[in-house]
């Protein structure tokens, strides 16, 4: 069963938290982080993205880096601008975005739960990522970013937060129109007492910080603080998935079977599949992808997979054994370096921009995940192809810090 417990959060006060609050580390590169970042001394971003405070083409992975983000945590904590709860707290976090609501719970979850698959999986973590936040757990002494997490709904969660989510937040503001809005609880043991009752947690976002979570926790055996980090976890139906798109740089080698053109690419489609210019630019359907070329849009059906598994059935996965395996020679979209993707809240205009610019190739828009296959995916124990999942709206970075 599922544990949930509170923390002393360190914290901004509610007058900072619009400066202080940010993006997560993983959705912006150093260049986007600079330009957030600048003129804002506040902006957590000094945190999470620490080389942004060295030199032009300095390495975000150096020593100085990690000792950069570590020193900036203590500034910001010794700060005038930061507060640290003096009990245990958990928290409410509300997210609007246009008509969507979603209310989380933002606490503490388990190392332990997450080594024995109480909380499930369902993405391969990169060790190269690995390091990168482990290094910044174990420099920091803090989890300094949740993760995202789902359950199944449960009604007297429901309740217990509609009853708290009543009374006077701590925070309320909006950025990048989304309402992101938090309550504090300290009467915390209904929450905890009910999530017992929960047999799993689903990583939604945050595979990488979990496994690093983990990592610093092994290197820490005596620290009991150190063996929990941050979540926040939320009710599967009030979730929201956007597509990932694809993007191809590229064309391969000459080889049998394989396109090696646009034309040689279209006939093989034509061969292979329903094709049809399209005036859509998005699929309305798991087995539809929209696909653009030369500046048009054509739609297609991809057929069922041999392999029956619900990892194997996403719209993804059959992109991949139908398309991008026998006609690119994309094996292992993981590491290929002809394809790239974009996430879907950049919409179609990003797909048509890369291929218009000559950048890429071609674009496939996707269908999205949905939070369905994504549970039955972690509950079989199977692995997504990677960037499989875009949750929209992210969680904003910088509120809650976990310190241990």
């Known amino acids: 069963m599922a544990s949930l417990r509170p923390f002393k959060a360190l914290r901004p006060t509610p007058e900072a938290v619009e400066a202080v609050a940010c993006p997560p580390y993983d959705v912006i590169n150093t260049e986007e982080a600079s330009e957030l970042a600048s003129g804002n001394p506040r902006s957590f971003l000094h945190v999470i993205r620490p080389e942004i405070d060295l030199p032009a083409g300095a390495d975000e992975h150096s020593d100085e880096a990690y000792e950069t983000g570590a020193a ?3 500034t910001f904590a010794a700060s005038d601008f930061f507060v640290e709860d003096d009990e245990p707290a958990l928290y409410i976090y509300r997210l609007i975005r246009g008509g969507d609501v979603q209310y989380g719970l933002y606490g503490l979850v388990s190392v332990a739960d997450y ?5 499930l999986k369902h993405e391969k973590t990169r060790p190269d990522k690995e390091d990168d936040r482990t290094r910044h757990i174990l420099t920091q002494s803090a989890h300094a970013e949740p993760v995202m997490l789902a359950y199944h709904d449960e009604p007297t969660i429901d309740a217990l937060v509609a009853e708290a989510a009543a009374g006077e937040p701590l925070y309320d503001y909006v950025a990048e129109s989304v309402q992101h809005t938090i309550w504090r609880v300290t009467d915390t043991e209904p929450y905890e007492t009910a999530f017992a009752g929960i047999a799993n947690l689903y990583v939604a976002d945050g595979h ?3 496994k690093a979570a983990s990592r610093a926790a092994a290197k820490l055996p005596e620290n009991e ?3 929990h980090f941050m979540a926040v ?3 599967a139906g009030q979730m929201k998935i956007l597509p990932y798109n694809r993007v191809i740089y590229r064309y ?10 646009n034309e040689t690419f279209l006939a093989a489609l034509q061969n292979h599949f329903r094709l049809q210019e399209t005036d859509t630019q998005t699929p309305d359907a798991s087995d539809h992808v929209c696909v653009y070329i030369e500046g048009t849009w054509y739609e297609l059906q991809l057929p069922p997979s041999a392999f029956d598994d619900p990892a194997r059935q996403l719209a993804v996965s059959r992109l991949n054994e139908h398309v991008l395996a026998p006609l690119l020679d994309i094996e292992d979209p993981r590491r290929d370096p002809k394809i790239g993707f974009v996430g879907g809240i950049r919409g179609t205009a990003e797909l048509e921009r890369l291929v218009d610019s000559g950048k890429a190739v071609m674009a496939f828009s996707m269908y999205p995940t949905q939070m369905d296959e994504l549970l039955a995916v972690s509950d079989a124990g199977l692995l997504m192809p990677p960037k499989s999942t875009w949750f929209e709206p992210k969680l904003r970075s910088g509120m809650l810090v976990h310190r241990f």
């Open 72 to 74: 900036n945590l203590k």
């Open 115 to 119: 080594d024995a698959d109480v909380i």
């Open 208 to 210: 990488h910080r979990c």
């Open 225 to 227: 603080e150190a063996h």
């Open 233 to 235: 976890l939320f009710p």
């Open 252 to 261: 391969p080698e000459a080889k049998h079977g394989k396109a090696t053109s």
